[in-house]
């Protein structure tokens, strides 16, 4: 089976072409690929696979390297963008279509040639991210985990993500804190749980530990319910394109003043290609 690595800021993924209509690899054969040691490695698994909606040129599907599924990937519709084009299966000049398990997205090129993502408009309500919580002020909740009160935002951008302010990210308890959010039953298909830090009105620093994986070099979905989630607080400016640094790079984030729909661009890269054996 021929594959392709790709990274976007470092969140790496092995990208599978089954657009002749194979069957996308089971839990346990995601799991293998993207074990580091016995496999390729990858943080998650990117099947291409034909379009579903009118129009688009391809939809994809997300697997975790815990073999889980999940629904959105930001850096991960980025690197799909560059291989379709790369294939001739897109245009150069961007505007098309690719289609997620979270629906359809809108693709752009931006003055450097990177690939500008819609990523659609985030949702605020409990019951969308899904989350049983508790409010306590405004779009923020709080969440005893060993007797500590955490407070954070949380998000759904087609995937669940919880926002966490922290001070200084170098020293934020990811390790921990993201595997205890994860376990409550606060949140019943689990959640990405981000810390982010406040560097400006238009630059926030960003760590996020996800669902199915850990923590990553960076997410794409986690910048954008970052952005969502900072932004409604008034933490940050709405009005301006935000830089989110990650520890793997840094992704724009812009929210559209008119639908606020949240628009993402950022690095895409070919690392190799290869076949797997077994
Ligand atoms: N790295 C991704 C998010 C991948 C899915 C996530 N772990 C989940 O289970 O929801 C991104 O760039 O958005």
């Given at each position: 089976m021929r594959f392709s690595k790709m990274h976007g800021a470092g969140n790496d993924f092995v990208v599978l072409d089954l657009r002749d209509g194979r069957a996308p690899p089971d839990a346990a054969q995601c799991a293998r690929i993207a074990d580091r040691h016995l496999g390729v490695g990858c943080d998650q698994l990117l099947t291409v696979e034909a379009?579903?909606?009118?129009?688009?040129?391809a939809s994809y599907r997300i697997w975790n390297s815990d073999g889980s599924a999940a629904r959105q990937c930001g850096n991960g519709a980025r690197c799909i963008a560059a291989w379709l084009l790369r294939d001739g299966?897109?245009?150069?000049?961007g505007g098309f279509a690719i289609d997620s398990p979270a629906g359809r997205h809108e693709v752009a090129r931006d003055a450097q040639g990177g690939f500008v993502i819609d990523m659609g408009a985030p949702g605020f309500l409990p019951e969308a991210v899904p989350l049983r919580g508790w409010h306590v002020a405004q779009d923020e909740y709080t969440l005893d985990i060993d007797g500590i009160a955490v407070r954070f935002g949380a998000v759904s951008m087609g995937n669940p993500h919880a926002v966490i302010e922290a001070a200084d990210v170098a020293t934020a308890p990811v390790a921990e804190l993201g595997p205890a959010m994860q376990a409550s039953l606060a949140f019943p298909e689990s959640v990405n749980v981000g810390f982010a830090e406040v560097v400006s009105r238009d630059r926030i620093r960003l760590r996020v530990f996800e669902?199915?994986?850990?923590?990553?070099?960076?997410?794409g979905s986690g910048a954008c319910a970052a952005v969502a989630s900072l932004a409604r607080r008034g933490r940050?400016?709405?009005?301006r394109e935000i830089a989110v640094e990650l520890p793997g790079g840094t992704l724009r984030i812009r929210i559209d003043r008119t639908d606020g729909r949240i628009r993402m661009g950022g690095p895409t890269a070919f690392v190799f290609e290869g076949s797997i054996l077994s």
């Open positions: 379009p579903r909606s009118e129009g688009a040129v299966a897109a245009p150069a000049n669902r199915g994986v850990g923590e990553t070099l960076a997410c940050i400016d709405a009005e």
